[in-house]
């Protein structure tokens, strides 16, 4: 198994803002997700491509064992592998790539065994890259002010300042699986005022977890973020306070007023309060649920519930072959037995991935409906719809009632 650093670079918005996160997870034992899996499997294919100069159509195993489990390289990972191996190999002109490096920031924070993989490292002559791969696709990560990168950027100019006159570094997050591409270049300067800071944080969190009484409630911290991926969230007691008060002052007002008056009971700053802890307590419930299923497989016992069998898998052939021959011998029709239909444009355009000009004239051919409206906050990148209230339709209608 894999070594895991205590103040992770992985991990490191979380302790940085919640000191008491890592001695509440150290409590824990180490766990990986089916997520995490598959992305492990996919790094594994992204670094053999690096270092022996080859495509992921050229990976010479149908699969990468991570866990025990052994995770198909298709064709999708290898489209989406080829996305990272080539913003890589675009980035690196005369600079030398160093792939799968184990940076160690310890010195920055002043923690023993404080470490990190990053992906690629790049050194230019005035400059340092990093490049990492996120093969997920359920959180858009930023390199802007990521904390993770920056660590590593730590660590690879503590490894290589003495190979050049660094001015700069630059972080690269590629995320294929949601077209995304996300870039951010920090002052050696600034970055050095980043690790100060960091060292502060992790003085903190290591008091706390070296500590030989509990951690105080001002050594929590929970938030959207800090617990997404925290391994201690079903049993937090901060969290669970948290989330106490934000549903009870929430619910209070349905409880008065019934739940038909929600709208005329919640006023909107009240709502937009409440919205702002929505992930955080789905993630709760989530983590709870989780953690239930955990202790009932593990044959504790927890009041009320029980274990059942879920809704089974969809039907499928044992062989299809033998179906196809046996439905064959029925002497049923073509059409009775096999679907067509045409590829998608998203998997024509990897057939036609080196032919740009057979693509082009596809294009008036592609249609693509819009998005349905999403909530999100004001610090999303996306711009607001422009939304007409019923009111405003209704005092139109007033004014000009036959606008013809």
Known sequence: ????????????????????????????????????????????VGSWCLINNAMPDQYPLPAVEVNGVQWPVTNDMKNHVSTYIEEVRGRVGTGSLLVEQKVNYSTWIDVEDSFGT?????????RIEIVDLKYGMGVRVDATENEQLLLYALGALYEYEMLGSFDEVCMVIVQPRLNHVSEHTISVDDLKAFGERMQVAARRAMDV??????PKPEDFKPSEDACRFCKAKATCPALYQEVET????LFAALVENG?????????????????????????FCKA????????????HPVPGFKL???????RKWTSEDDAEAMLKSMRLKSEEIYDYSVKSPTSIEKVLKDNPRRWSKLQELIARSDGKPSVAPDSDKRPALAITSVTDSFAALAVDPDPN
């Open 1 to 44: 198994m894999t070594a895991h650093a205590l103040l992770s670079a992985s991990g490191s918005h979380r302790w940085s803002t919640c000191p008491a996160s890592i001695r509440l997870e150290s409590a824990l034992p180490y766990t990986s997700s089916k997520y995490a899996d598959e992305g492990t499997a996919a790094h594994e």
């Open 118 to 126: 990053s992906d690629s490292v790049i050194l230019h002559d005035d």
């Open 209 to 214: 977890y070296e500590a030989t009484t509990p």
């Open 246 to 249: 934000e549903t009870r002052d």
């Open 259 to 283: 739940a038909s008056a929600m709208a005329a009971a919640v006023p909107e700053d009240r709502l937009a309060q409440a919205m702002e802890k929505v992930s955080l307590i789905e993630d």
């Open 288 to 299: 709870i649920r989780s953690e239930t299923e955990r202790r009932l497989l593990a044959g």
């Open 308 to 314: 059942v069998e879920g809704r089974k898998g969809a």
